[in-house]
C-alpha cells in the first residue's frame, strides 16, 4: 500500500497570505489527523477528520480549517498568516480498526510540508 | 492538563551499547502508549504500543516498559548502531478520549561509531 502524500513539500509565503495543504491518506484510511510541529513546541494536534466530519480539534485560532473528502483525501488552510505559522505540518491517518483495537490509534504519517512564512 | 517529559533532549551513546530514553508523563492514567522514531525532515514512524496491563513489550533490539505506577516508560535500544541515531518520541492518547496522539518533545539520539 502506499503511504500518506502529503503536497506540497516545501512552501514559502508571506504575512498576511493563506495557504493550503493537501494530504491523501493510506488507502482504506477513514481518519486523518493534522499536527503542527516547531522546535519549541514539538508535535502539537490541529484536527482531525473521520468520514467528511472534524471529528476533534486542538488549542489553534480559528485561522486554521480543514476539511476531508469523500474519498477521504484532506486539505488543511491557514488564513492570514503569522510569521510564527512557519512549521512542518504533519498529516496522519489511521485505520478504523486493527488487531485489540488499539491498532486504529497508531497514526501513520506522511513527510510533511514544511512552511516558511517571511 | 496531561504533560509529557521526555528525559533528554539528546543523548550521544557509543555504537554496541544500550540506549535508554526515559518518557514521564503526569495528570493522566493512559490505557496505553505509543513510541515513534523520527529522522530529519521526515514524518513520525511507529515502533511499538504497550498497554496499561503489559510490563514490558519487545520488538527485535527493542524493548519499551510501562510502569503505571511510576507514570513512566523506558525505551531501550540494545546493540545500537549509527542507523539507530533519530529522534524518539513518545506519545499518549488524548485524555479526552479523542483519537489523536499527546507527543512529548523527543530524544535525539546520536549513536558514535
Known amino acids: 500500500k502506499a503511504g500518506v502524500t502529503q503536497t506540497p513539500r516545501y512552501l514559502i509565503k508571506t504575512r498576511g497570505q493563506q495557504v493550503t495543504l493537501s494530504c491523501s491518506p493510506i488507502?482504506?484510511?477513514?481518519?486523518v489527523s493534522w499536527y503542527q510541529q516547531t522546535p519549541g513546541q514539538g508535535l502539537q494536534f490541529l484536527f482531525e477528520?473521520?468520514?467528511?466530519?472534524?471529528?476533534n480539534k486542538g488549542n489553534f485560532p480559528g485561522r486554521f480549517s480543514g476539511r476531508q473528502f469523500s474519498n477521504s483525501r484532506s486539505e488543511m488552510n491557514v488564513s492570514t498568516l503569522e510569521l510564527g505559522d512557519s512549521a512542518l505540518y504533519l498529516c496522519?491517518?489511521?485505520?478504523?480498526?486493527?488487531?485489540?483495537?488499539?491498532?486504529?490509534?497508531?497514526?501513520?504519517f506522511g513527510a510533511g510540508t514544511r512552511l516558511s512564512v517571511l | 492538563s496531561q504533560k509529557i517529559e521526555q528525559n533528554s533532549e539528546a543523548l550521544n551513546i557509543q555504537e554496541g551499547k544500550t540506549a535508554t530514553l526515559t518518557c514521564n508523563y503526569t495528570?493522566?492514567?493512559?490505557?496505553?502508549l505509543q513510541w515513534y522514531r523520527q529522522d530529519p525532515g521526515r514524518g513520525p514512524v511507529f515502533l511499538l504500543l504497550?498497554?496499561?496491563?503489559?510490563k514490558e513489550k519487545r520488538k527485535e533490539r527493542l524493548k519499551v516498559t510501562f510502569d503505571t505506577t511510576l507514570k513512566q516508560s523506558l525505551f531501550h535500544i540494545t546493540a545500537s548502531q549509527p542507523a539507530d541515531s533519530a529522534t524518539y518520541l513518545c506519545?499518549?492518547?488524548?485524555?479526552?478520549?479523542?483519537?489523536?496522539?499527546?507527543f512529548g518533545t523527543g530524544t535525539r539520539l546520536t549513536v558514535i561509531p
Open positions: 496522519a491517518s489511521s485505520p478504523e480498526t486493527g488487531t485489540g483495537g488499539l491498532a486504529k490509534n497508531i497514526q501513520y
Open positions: 488507502s482504506g484510511h477513514r481518519s
Open positions: 477528520y473521520f468520514s467528511e466530519t472534524q471529528r
Open positions: 495528570n493522566y492514567s493512559p490505557a496505553y
Open positions: 504497550i498497554r496499561e496491563n503489559e
Open positions: 506519545a499518549l492518547p488524548d485524555q479526552t478520549g479523542a483519537n489523536n496522539l499527546f
